[in-house]
Every structure is written in structure tokens, then in C-alpha cells.
């Protein structure tokens, strides 16, 4: 069986305000294995930005991790210090961000910001070895003629290129985790396919498990090995990737998929049939099911008592009333916006 590397278990993330608490993630639980790739998905707002950045110990106030145990390698990082986490930070966890200007810095090269990272995480590393080590990275990665681009700024690269770099750059220390947050979402749609299978062949080349995160369904199926879906702060579904892709069970990830463009036999594009409502307000969460106020079968429980998660197999859980053995059976189903009872 596969070793855990990281064990999510019932964590919560919220942040304060003066106008009351933001509460982001709600009881996260999860687990990645040595080696595979978890794909996060859910629409925008739902916690899966949250959920990263509580792994990677970078909530800051007025944000906070209230409850749950983040294990790495059976260490809780929930409880470690900012001197620990950030001593983690870039040897054993790398993060890369939708935007890779935002953590390019403009006026600096590329071989400059490169071997600063390698240096600083390699101590006694030299300058000619973070040279070599960052050039066989962008090779790596797919840039051409890695020795000369080197020495370019980050404006002389295209959004693909530079995403390559970030990626090249997260990937330099050796990571055992990659956390890659929405990383194709500014790109345009071919480049987007390249940067995937870029990832998935990095999968196989490097030893690295990666949580992908994004809030397209179509993006992840070929890539993870196993997909979390997140709605206000919940893990509602998860399960293998064929679990989710061929037997989804839970409302919310059929109302996914059903938002998704699928090519017909014919190349057509299905219609989609978009998710009505909006996502709750997490500063007042609805009090049973996140989703029930969008759900086409909820029912009078969802919306009274917290969702129960549900084990299907093995591998594949939802939280959903709809398969609890308490819930009502049959008839109470949401007909033109009523509960009925
Ligand atoms: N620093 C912060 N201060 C206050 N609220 C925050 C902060 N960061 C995130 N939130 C809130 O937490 C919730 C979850 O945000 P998060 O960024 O995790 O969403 P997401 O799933 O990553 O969405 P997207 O697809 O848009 O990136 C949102 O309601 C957001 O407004
Ligand atoms: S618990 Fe109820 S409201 Fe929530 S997804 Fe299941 S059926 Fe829908
Ligand atoms: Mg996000």
C-alpha cells in the first residue's frame, strides 16, 4: 500500500473581522499518498485557496487555523512555529500560483531569482553549481536553449513560459510536495493543455506528489489520481478520479459535471446547464448542507442538520444526506423551489 504523506484531518480556516468570522474551510479531512497527484476542485470562493495555504503555514491574521491537524510526513504542521514552516516552506512543500508575475520579480533574471531560492534552501551551494542545478530545472520544464533564456528577464517570456519557470523553480529544491494553485487559469486554452502535460509527465520524472487545484472539472481528469470537491468550506465529494468522473453520487459534483462543456460524437459542444443560485455567505453558513439552498434534491433535513459525510467504497465518500440511512426515502425531494415534507 502507499505511504501517506499528508493527512488533512477536520481542519478549519477562518478569518475575523469586525464584521464577524469568515469561515473558510469547515472541517477538511483528507489524504494524499507518496506519489499521486490530488486534484481540489470547486467553484470560486468555496475554501480550496484556503485549504493551500493552511498546508503551507502562510494563514496570517486576521486569519486562523482553529481546529484540525495538517500531518507531513506524520508531523502536525498545524502546530509548528513561522521559523519551522518556512525552514518546510521550499525544501519539502512549493507552492505555484495562478499568476506567475506576481511571484516573478520584474527587474531581476531569471538565473538571479533562480539561484537565490536554491542557494538560500542549499546551504554551502555555490553560485556555479545553483547556475547548472536552475538550468537543468528549466530544462526540464520544456524551456529551449535553458543556458542562454537563463539570463532573461520575466517580461521577455510568454504566460506559458514563465508558468514554466515557476514550475521549474518550485520544483529545484527537491520538493516532496507540489501544491499548484489554479496554474493554467490565466493561460489561454492551448497553452493550458501544454502546461497539463507538462505536469502529468513531471509526475512520472519527479519524485513529488502535487495537489492540483482549479475550479474546472474538465482540467483535472487526466492528470490526479484522486479528486477532492469543495463547496463553502466542505469537502462534499471525494473519491478516485474515475469515482468522481463516471460515479459521481454527490448533487453538487453532478451539477459540476453538468456545467462542464463536453465535445458530442458530432465535435459539438453539449449546452450547459450552469448551477442556478449563488455560494453561501460564510460568515453566515447555512446551518445543514452548504448546498441545500441550490440543491435540486434537497430535502427538509439538509437544511436543519449538519451533512453527514458518507462512506461509499473504500475510496470514494460524500457528504450528502441523500445516503444516510436516517434520512427520509423517498418523496421530499425539492419541487419548484419548496421543501416538501
Ligand atoms: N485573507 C482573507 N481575509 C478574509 N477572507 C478571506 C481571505 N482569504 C480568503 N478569504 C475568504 O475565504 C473564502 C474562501 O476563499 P478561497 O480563496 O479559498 O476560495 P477559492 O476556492 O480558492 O476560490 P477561487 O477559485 O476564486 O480562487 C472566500 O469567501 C474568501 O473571501
Ligand atoms: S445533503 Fe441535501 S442539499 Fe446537500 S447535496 Fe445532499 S441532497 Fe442536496
Ligand atoms: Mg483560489
Redesign the pocket.
Same mark, same amino acid.
Given at each position: 500500500m502507499s505511504k501517506k504523506l499528508l493527512e488533512v484531518k477536520n481542519v478549519h480556516t477562518s478569518f475575523f473581522s469586525h464584521l464577524g468570522e469568515i469561515q473558510a474551510v469547515r472541517g477538511s479531512s483528507f489524504t494524499l499518498n507518496e506519489g499521486d497527484v490530488l486534484g481540489i476542485v470547486g467553484e470560486s470562493g468555496s475554501g480550496k485557496s484556503v485549504t493551500a495555504m493552511s498546508i503551507m503555514g502562510l494563514i496570517e491574521n486576521p486569519g486562523k487555523i482553529k481546529e484540525g491537524q495538517i500531518l507531513f510526513d506524520g508531523q502536525d504542521l498545524a502546530k509548528k512555529g513561522q521559523a519551522e514552516l518556512s525552514d518546510i516552506r521550499g525544501n519539502e512543500i512549493s507552492m505555484i500560483f495562478q499568476d506567475p508575475m506576481t511571484s516573478l520579480n520584474p527587474v531581476y533574471t531569471i538565473e538571479n531569482q533562480m539561484t537565490e531560492v536554491l542557494r538560500r534552501h542549499n546551504k554551502g551551494m555555490t553560485k556555479k553549481q545553483a547556475v547548472a542545478r536552475a538550468i537543468e530545472m528549466l530544462s526540464l520544464v520544456g524551456i529551449p536553449k535553458p543556458a542562454e533564456r537563463i539570463k532573461s528577464y520575466p517580461h521577455e517570456f510568454s504566460g506559458g513560459m514563465r508558468q514554466r519557470v515557476m514550475i521549474a523553480t518550485a520544483l529545484s529544491c527537491g520538493p516532496r510536495l507540489l501544491i499548484a494553485d489554479e496554474p493554467t487559469t490565466a493561460l489561454d486554452v492551448t497553452i493550458q493543455a501544454q502546461i497539463l502535460d507538462l505536469m502529468n509527465d513531471l509526475k512520472e520524472r519527479v519524485n513529488a506528489s502535487i495537489i492540483l487545484i482549479t475550479h474546472d472539472l474538465g482540467v483535472i481528469a487526466e492528470v490526479c489520481d484522486h479528486i477532492v470537491v469543495m463547496y463553502g468550506g466542505t469537502i462534499m465529494e471525494k473519491g478516485t478520479v474515475d469515482e468522481i468522473f463516471y460515479n459521481p453520487q454527490?448533487?453538487?459534483t453532478v451539477g459540476l459535471h453538468q456545467s462542464v462543456p463536453k465535445l458530442t460524437a458530432s465535435g459539438e459542444k453539449s449546452r450547459l446547464v450552469p448551477i442556478e443560485g449563488s455560494p453561501p455567505d460564510l460568515m453566515h453558513p447555512p446551518k445543514g $448542507?452548504p448546498?441545500?439552498p441550490r440543491?435540486p434534491?434537497?430535502?427538509k433535513v $439538509?437544511l436543519e442538520k449538519p451533512?453527514p459525510t458518507v462512506q461509499l467504497s473504500e475510496t470514494h465518500s460524500s457528504a $450528502?444526506?441523500?445516503f444516510h440511512e436516517d434520512a427520509p426515502k423517498v418523496g421530499n425531494y425539492r419541487k419548484g423551489g419548496e421543501i416538501l415534507e
Open positions: 454527490n448533487p453538487y $448542507c448546498f441545500s440543491c434534491h434537497a430535502m $439538509c451533512v $450528502c444526506w441523500l
